[in-house]
């Protein structure tokens, strides 16, 4: 059985359809990348599929399935228990997810105690032992710092670490990368690859950098004005695609010294 599965999904703001016959399929343990411009329908796609859909966007077509259940018709208890469990999400810069006039303890512990009845000395505790994990040096020092006093890798290392606490079986990553210098962006993506390898985790990981997808994912969705432009593993996406879409992203994918490095 699939992990996840969207069945001809359209989604729509209003009258408006934003997302247009979506199909996808991934298993346990894959990383998806959803690719394209500004307002190709990317991040749509992965809020339909956490239920976090702003401004009354809704699925009006088809079906989106988790371990062959649908996600369409639960409850806000339903998906309280689902979110940050079995999916968890992570933003373009989860630093600017946070309350600037909260710590990121205070933060990590309310998530943690939202979703397990511990104490919260062990609330904290086990959000110090996840930045730890997450490469971040000295936990504590990280819970009681303010979001403005860590740098933008930090941050998302912060935001990794919130979204992997339950070591869900799938994250969905939107933009994780782009709000970050080149240097801090391999290292986060390398991160996202020890996720899969040491958890097993399924990724969707949505981003406009076709480099960084070309890397990263085991099957590649290019999407243009919420519709599925192409898709394909990533050796076909790379090498034998003939849409000319796809090949005018690979065009526009920087090369050095001559090489072209997707």
């Known amino acids: 059985m699939a992990l996840l599965e969207l069945k001809h999904t359209d989604i729509s703001y209003g009258k408006r359809l934003i997302v247009k016959d979506c199909n996808l399929t991934m298993n346990q343990g894959e990383i998806v990348s959803i690719v394209g411009e500004s307002g190709s ?26 371990e062959g259940e649908t ?8 998906w309280r228990k689902l979110r940050g469990t079995d999916i968890s999400m992570i933003f373009q810069d989860s630093g600017a997810m946070m309350n600037p006039t909260r710590k990121v303890g ?14 919260r000395k062990d609330a904290w505790d086990k959000g110090v032992e996840m930045l730890e994990r997450m490469r971040l040096p000295d936990g504590n020092n990280i819970m009681r710092s303010y979001p403005f006093q860590l740098s933008g890798g930090m941050r998302q290392r912060v935001g990794i670490a919130m979204g992997m606490t339950y070591q869900p079986k799938l994250l969905l ?55 599925i ?11 034998q695609s003939d849409n000319a879409y796809t090949k005018k992203l690979l065009d526009a994918v920087p090369s050095l010294g001559g090489t072209r490095y997707v």
Do not use: C
């Not at 432009?229 to 090498?239: A, F, P, W």
């Open 41 to 66: 329908g990317k991040t749509t796609v992965i809020r339909a599929v956490l239920g976090l859909l702003p401004g009354g966007g809704k699925v009006t077509n088809g079906d989106i399935l988790f």
């Open 71 to 78: 996600l369409l018709n639960k409850s806000k208890d339903e």
């Open 106 to 119: 205070d933060a990590f512990v309310e998530y943690i105690l939202t979703h397990e009845k511990i104490s």
């Open 173 to 227: 990553a939107d933009e994780p990368t782009s709000a970050l210098d080149v240097t801090t962006q391999a290292q986060i993506i390398r991160q996202f690859m020890e996720l899969r390898d040491e958890y097993g985790t399924s990724i969707i990981i949505v981003t406009h950098n076709l480099g960084v997808a070309a890397y990263m994912a085991d099957y590649l969705i290019v999407m243009k004005n919420g519709v």
């Open 229 to 239: 432009e192409d898709q394909g593993d990533r050796d076909h996406m790379l090498h």
